[in-house]
């Protein structure tokens, strides 16, 4: 063949292949775009949920959801109560998802009578594989739970509550040290590394030692930290958990130095499963039962968990027992360092119910002290746990809420914003006000503490956080004199995350070690 000639076809089998090549990517383009019509002209108008109100693109695409969260980086509780200002109690969100703003309907949606799935989109945001918190269907999470509900049961807690009060031990020793030497302590990060080590020493019986770090500047709490603002990501692009999930460590340094803290403490986890269940004998070894002697335990006849879920299992109970606890403590702190009347009120209760410092209260006596649990419940109610509405899918047979039949397999949720800051259920909402626990009425209050959540999926760890919060509020305005350096209640700016996350200015606090 001649070279001309050879030019000649390699010239016509390009003009064949380049067209063909373009014809490909338009038809796809235009068969995307002829999908996301007709699909989103269905959402509009034959979709079971297309007679309830909300804004049209909403119905339309789910794209519209992370346009306002990813690109106007909008918090979805502020945007759901501009939503229900406008078209009332019941809002379409999402093309297959409704919000509801009467604080009743939480107890609907949350009953204990309901075995609603949770839904995954949300929750598989947080485990590679799954957990009790993670398992949508109610029969199989019931399960796992009740594995490891013992270990968290008060009766569990209070007997090992000393686990606790040696963390407290050591962070008031640190906040000592720090005092020694002329500094202020950053009291949300004494807190939350008190909160890392607290949970890991109850579930692993192995402390992350993060309140050894110097000024609380732990590696373990600032990877958590990071990583939380990634849920709003991973709920909508699930492929970006897989990556980080698989990434190598030198990568993860060099894309985020930041998160390493939380590769080491997922490797470390890892390497616990795998000794845990290649030489259970270890087990022995604990100073109290784990998490791993629930799990691991095939006497109880329930399925032994894969390597992936009990690292998953183990992880997630490391954030769940983190945020929450040291939130609230950090809100408690700075609302009573913000008010002497309170401030006054709280450390005259302590002082009388524990009069010489060498003799520690347990939780038991800490618990009776009426304006020390108001202080707890008003901290838990402002600091609300999590504020992302926990979406449940309702039974195919569909379902009554708030007097509307809500058709089967609709997302539906209620963020806990609007049942923890109801003006009609709470005076004031945005106030920090404990003495309205006092009240004659207080006791009805109890039932819109949906800080835990309830119903059958409420938060595992309840008893745990109760028994953290009655002694790190204990043991802080007793051990210390306590006033605020340069911050107050103004300055906590909290960003939603699933969990508020804390975006104000350090929040320092001077704490002289009281002497008597």
Not at 62 to 71: G, H
Not at 152 to 176: N, P, T, V, Y
Not at 294 to 315: C, K, M, Q
Request: aromatic share 10%.
């Amino acid at each position: 063949m001649t070279s001309t000639t050879r030019h000649f076809w390699a010239a016509y089998l390009d003009d064949l292949a380049y067209p063909s090549v373009s014809l490909a990517v338009v038809t796809s383009i235009l068969s995307w775009f002829l999908w996301v019509v007709i699909n989103g002209t269905y959402n509009l108008y034959l979709h079971p949920l297309s007679k309830f109100p909300g804004p049209k693109l909403a119905a339309f695409t789910i794209w519209w959801k992370i346009y306002v969260e990813l690109i106007q980086k909008k918090d979805l509780v502020e945007m759901l109560f501009e939503l229900h200002a406008v078209y009332g109690d019941v809002v379409r969100i999402a093309p297959n998802e409704l919000h509801f703003a009467k604080p009743s309907v939480y107890h609907e949606i949350h009953s204990p009578r309901n075995r609603w799935s949770k839904d995954p989109v949300l929750y598989n945001a947080f485990a590679e594989f799954e957990s009790s918190f993670t398992i949508p269907e109610y029969h199989r999470a019931k399960k796992r739970k009740d594995i490891l509900q013992p270990l968290f049961s008060r009766k569990s807690i209070i007997s090992m509550q000393h686990l606790i009060q040696d963390c407290m031990d050591q962070m008031c020793e640190g906040i000592a040290k720090q005092h020694g030497e002329g500094k202020s302590t950053n009291i949300l990060l004494a807190f939350r590394c008190l909160a890392v080590d607290t949970i890991t020493s109850f579930c692993f019986a192995k402390p992350a030692n993060a309140l050894a770090a110097p000024d609380f500047q732990a590696p373990i709490e600032r990877a958590m930290t990071l990583s939380l603002p990634m849920v709003t990501f991973i709920k909508y692009f699930p492929a970006i958990k897989t990556f980080v999930a698989h990434c190598p460590p030198l990568l993860v340094s060099l894309l985020k130095p930041g998160l390493i803290g939380l590769v080491n403490m997922r490797k470390t986890l890892w390497e616990q499963v795998l000794e845990v269940t290649k030489h259970p004998e270890t087990l022995e070894s604990a100073s109290h039962p784990i998490i791993y002697h629930a799990l691991l335990n095939p006497v109880s006849g329930h399925e032994i968990p894969s390597f992936t879920s009990l690292r998953d299992e183990a992880l997630l109970l490391v954030f769940a027992g983190t945020d929450t606890a040291s939130n609230t403590l950090t809100l408690g702190t700075i609302h009573i360092l913000s008010n002497p009347d309170i401030h006054k009120n709280v450390v005259r209760e302590l002082l009388e119910a524990w009069p010489r410092l060498d003799d520690t209260p347990r939780y038991e006596a800490l618990d009776s002290l009426p304006y020390l649990r108001a202080i707890v419940k008003e901290s838990l109610r402002l600091v609300q746990g999590v504020v992302t509405p926990m979406t449940r899918v309702v039974p195919v047979e569909g379902a009554e809420l708030g007097g509307r039949h809500i058709p089967g397999g609709t997302v539906v949720g209620i963020s806990n914003s609007f049942v923890l800051l109801d003006g009609s259920i709470f005076p004031d909402p945005h106030s920090f006000r404990p003495e309205r626990w006092l009240e004659p009425s207080s006791e009805s209050l109890d039932h819109w503490l949906v800080t835990f959540c309830k119903g059958p999926r409420s938060c595992l760890g309840v008893n745990l956080g109760y028994c953290e919060l009655f002694l790190g509020f204990a043991n802080l305005f007793r051990r210390f004199e306590l006033e605020l350096d340069g911050v107050s209640a103004k300055s906590l700016r909290w960003k939603e995350a699933y969990l508020p996350h804390y975006e104000g200015p350090d929040l320092y606090v001077r704490a002289a070690p009281r002497s008597a």
